[in-house]
């Protein structure tokens, strides 16, 4: 020890300073390589080819011919991929707007009425109750429903038989009428527990205060939920819109399992009529323009759902 301390004493003597430790931020491009090589063989690289192949007329052998945009041409004047990009917009209602409102009161009355009134452990049962269907595979969720909404011994239409509503039933599924609002009913069942779960993780953060204040001044529930709820949380509802919107756009498992895009079409999704138009119908350039067109309005969508969430949470700091 006393070797060391003359050592030390020299060198600082020589004037020597210490030199200064690596800064903990330098080491951190370690953690992220693994996952930015990941994203790069996963994602840019599949994407950069598929939009290549999209300027080509391929079959998905031989050698691909350079076509340039008229694959693009053709989707512009294409009806069918038109219809399935409505019926997306109809998957953005059912799995973003309806479970986002249901997902907001439903937070909001686990948080604020239930916890209070019958204990956390009751809010927390029925909070897994709901976000069951989101950890449900797909396939399973969708085979299901299609023997719930079969015509024929279907559990739907026998439940109405039962009560003596035998005229309603339907061909949930069949008839090219209703088949879309079915499948967007199932969607509902399925989302609901995301916006649920992040709008009671984002209730957490909430001053508890600010709805004991609310209370004492004789607010009911639902101004409570009006003026305190909606305000607070609202960088989570960005989150969850957007989030829900960016999944409803390229939902693909519920219709491959529930109506593979039928009847005649009536369900139909942009990813859908991609992957039939690979598969199925071999025109693997066309395809891959359907699915690059998609990507980038998914990333548009994107772009403008991180820019109204940086203003939320902004505007909540110059609150704060």
Excluded at 246 to 255: D, R
């Amino acid at each position: 020890m006393t070797v060391t301390v003359e050592r030390g004493a020299r060198a600082a003597a020589k004037g020597d300073a210490p030199r200064p430790s690596r800064r903990p931020r330098d080491s951190y491009a370690l953690f992220l390589l693994p996952g930015a090589l990941a994203f790069l063989a996963v994602v840019v690289v599949p994407f950069l080819m598929n939009t290549g192949v999209s300027f080509t007329e391929w079959q998905g052998v031989g050698s691909p011919e350079w076509s340039g945009l008229a694959n693009y041409r053709e989707l512009m004047d294409d009806s069918e991929f038109w219809a399935s990009f409505r019926h997306s917009l109809f998957m953005v209602v059912a799995m973003a707007a309806v479970p986002t409102a249901i997902g907001l009161v439903l937070a909001a009355a686990l948080f604020d009425y239930v916890g209070k009134h019958f204990g956390s452990r009751i809010a927390a049962v029925l909070r897994a109750c709901f976000y069951l269907p989101q950890v449900l595979p797909i396939a399973v969720a969708g085979i299901v429903w299609s023997w719930i909404l079969a015509p024929d011994n279907g559990a739907l239409n026998e439940l109405l038989e039962a009560i003596g509503l035998g005229g309603w039933q339907q061909d949930w599924l069949g008839d090219p009428d209703i088949a879309l609002y079915s499948v967007m009913g199932v969607m509902v069942w399925v989302q609901i527990g995301f916006p649920l779960v992040v709008f009671m993780a984002g209730l957490q953060r909430v001053d508890p205060q600010l709805y004991e204040a609310a209370e004492l001044d004789g607010a009911g529930w639902w101004r409570r939920f009006r003026h305190i709820t909606l305000p607070q949380i609202r960088p989570e509802i960005y989150v969850v819109l957007t989030w829900c919107s960016i999944a409803a756009l390229k939902v693909f498992g519920a219709v491959y399992v529930l109506t593979k895009g039928g009847p005649g079409g009536a369900t139909n999704v942009p990813s859908y009529f991609s992957f039939t138009t690979f598969f199925e119908k071999t025109q693997v350039g066309y395809g891959a323009a359907i699915s690059t067109v998609l990507t980038a309005i998914i990333l548009l969508l994107s772009l403008i759902g991180l820019k109204f969430q940086t203003r939320a949470e902004d505007a909540e700091g110059t609150r704060a």
